[in-house]
């Protein structure tokens, strides 16, 4: 190990025996907020947790065993485990404020992002995830079984070993676009998310095209309808897009700007 590689270890390993510096009573908690690459934050988790955040998501690989947490393979440190980041301090939290990430908050997203590989990798996240079983919203087939954070796997999903599984199931799936016609139960998948990008040329000025407004209505109305949130992921990261995702029903506003959306987001 290099002399950079173990001072930043160092460093890491003090955030990680450290507390959120905001009260877990004091901290108001934003259902809707979502802390997209969670992990380039600087502390990863603790930022979000103190800023109320209430869904964060973490790109994995699978290297030499491990799963390493970063955006790309040339940017990942072995000391940056799924497990060091995200499963033992939200295990600590739930267990300290007994079964709870937020007060009159019961639901948590720990978004799994598998950047490659995602039928080699789920074995080996789901044997780390057996471990943590008492905070993992688990189901047994398509019956709900338990409460805790709900784990939602996107990137290269491993679709049809998730949907065999009819035995303690730890994951969900993050939908598609074309899953919006599915009847595959919100109990496997229960988010869509979709680029905004592809779909819509509208980036904030004026008013929303009639078509590109009716099309994404169309996307809300049939997820809710089938029990499902919906999330568009490359929307401008600004106030004006929050507040038309607040009027319109989309339910996760993605943003790299944790401390901004929060104060946009309480009253």
Not at 26 to 53: I, M
Not at 124 to 133: A, H, M, N, S, V
Request: glycine content about 6%; proline content about 4%; charged content about 25%.
């Amino acid at each position: 190990m290099s002399y950079f590689e173990f001072k930043h270890y160092l460093i890491l390993s003090v955030l990680m025996m450290s507390i959120p510096t905001i009260a877990f009573s004091q901290v108001s908690a934003l259902p809707k907020a979502h802390s997209h690459n969670d992990y380039e934050h600087e502390r990863p988790l603790f930022d979000a947790l103190d800023n109320g955040f209430c869904s964060v998501e973490a790109d994995i690989f699978l290297v030499n065993g491990e799963l390493l947490v970063g955006h790309t393979r040339d940017k990942l440190q072995s000391e940056m485990t799924l497990e060091s980041l995200y499963l033992k301090p939200l295990l600590e939290r739930y267990r300290k404020y007994n079964g709870k990430i937020f007060p009159n908050v019961s639901d948590f997203y720990l978004w799994i992002d598998l950047k490659k590989d995602g039928r080699e990798i789920y074995p080996k996240l789901k044997e780390l995830l057996t471990r943590y079983d008492e905070m993992i919203t688990g189901f047994d087939g398509d019956t709900k079984i338990s409460d805790g954070i709900l784990i939602i796997l996107s990137g290269d999903r491993p679709v049809e070993l998730v949907l065999q599984e009819k035995e303690r199931r730890y994951v969900t799936l993050d939908g598609l676009i074309t899953d919006l016609d599915s009847d595959t139960s919100c109990n496997f998948i229960p988010v869509i998310s979709a680029d905004w990008n592809s779909l819509f040329t509208w980036r904030g000025e004026g008013i929303m095209p009639e078509e590109q407004k009716k099309v994404m209505k169309t996307h809300i109305q049939k997820a809710h309808q089938a029990g499902r949130k919906i999330r568009y992921w490359g929307i401008p990261d600004n106030k004006i897009f929050w507040e038309f995702c607040n009027q319109n029903g989309i339910d996760f506003l993605n943003t790299d700007h944790l401390s901004e959306l929060r104060k946009f987001l309480l009253p």
